[in-house]
C-alpha cells in the first residue's frame, strides 16, 4: 500500500468514524457497533504498515483492555453506555498506552462535564426550548442518559493531533 495512501486512511478513518459517532449519539443515543468495529479493525491494519512494530501495537492493544475494563465495569453498574464503552476502547487504541491517551481521557471528561451540563441546562428548560422552537433532537430532552459519544468524539478530535499514527503522518508529509 502507498504511503500517501496510508497517510490518507490515518487522517480520515479515526476523525470520520468519531462523527458519525456522535451524530448518531446526538439524534438516536445509540452508538452503531460497526463504527467501533471499523475504527478497531482499521487501526490494526494500517498501524503496521504505517510503521508501528509489534512491541508498540503490543502497548496499543494494552491500552484499548484497559480502556476496555474499566468502561466495561463502569457499564455494569449502569454508569456508561454501551456503545460508549465500546467507542473509548476503540479509540482508545489508536492513542496507545502513553501521554497521548492521558490527553485523550483528559479531553473526554472535560467534554463530558461540559456536555453534561449543558443537556442537564436543556432539559431543565425544556418548555422554554420548545416554545421558542430551537432545533434540539427531542430524545436529548427526553433520554434518561447522557450521548456521551459526542465528549468522546470531541476529546479524540482535540487529542488526536498527540497520537502515535498521526505522529507518524505528520513526519512522513514533512
Not at 468519531?18 to 460497526?34: K, V
Not at 467501533?36 to 498501524?47: C, D, P
Not at 453506555?81 to 487504541?93: F, Q, R, V, Y
Not at 427531542?138 to 450521548?147: F, N
Request: zero cysteines; hydrophobic letters at 60%.
Amino acid at each position: 500500500m502507498e504511503l500517501e495512501m496510508i497517510n490518507a486512511t490515518i487522517l480520515v478513518v479515526f476523525p470520520f468514524s468519531l462523527a458519525l459517532a456522535a451524530l448518531s449519539d446526538l439524534l438516536t443515543m445509540t452508538i452503531p457497533n460497526r463504527v467501533s468495529l471499523v475504527l478497531l479493525v482499521s487501526f490494526f491494519f494500517v498501524a503496521p504498515l504505517a510503521g508501528l512494530d509489534l512491541a508498540q501495537l503490543g502497548l496499543h492493544t494494552v491500552a484499548a483492555g484497559l480502556i476496555f475494563a474499566v468502561s466495561f465495569a463502569l457499564f455494569a453498574a449502569n454508569v456508561m453506555g454501551g456503545g460508549d464503552a465500546k467507542l473509548l476502547t476503540a479509540s482508545a487504541a489508536w492513542f496507545g498506552f502513553n501521554e497521548s491517551l492521558v490527553t485523550f481521557l483528559v479531553y473526554v471528561s472535560f467534554f463530558g462535564g461540559f456536555l453534561t451540563l449543558i443537556v442537564l441546562l436543556l432539559r431543565s428548560k425544556e418548555n422554554l426550548i420548545l416554545a421558542a422552537r430551537i432545533p434540539v433532537p427531542r430524545l436529548l430532552l427526553t433520554a434518561k442518559k447522557i450521548p456521551y459519544g459526542i465528549a468522546i468524539a470531541l476529546g479524540g478530535f482535540a487529542a488526536y493531533p498527540s497520537s502515535p499514527l498521526m505522529q507518524l503522518a505528520f513526519a512522513q508529509l514533512s
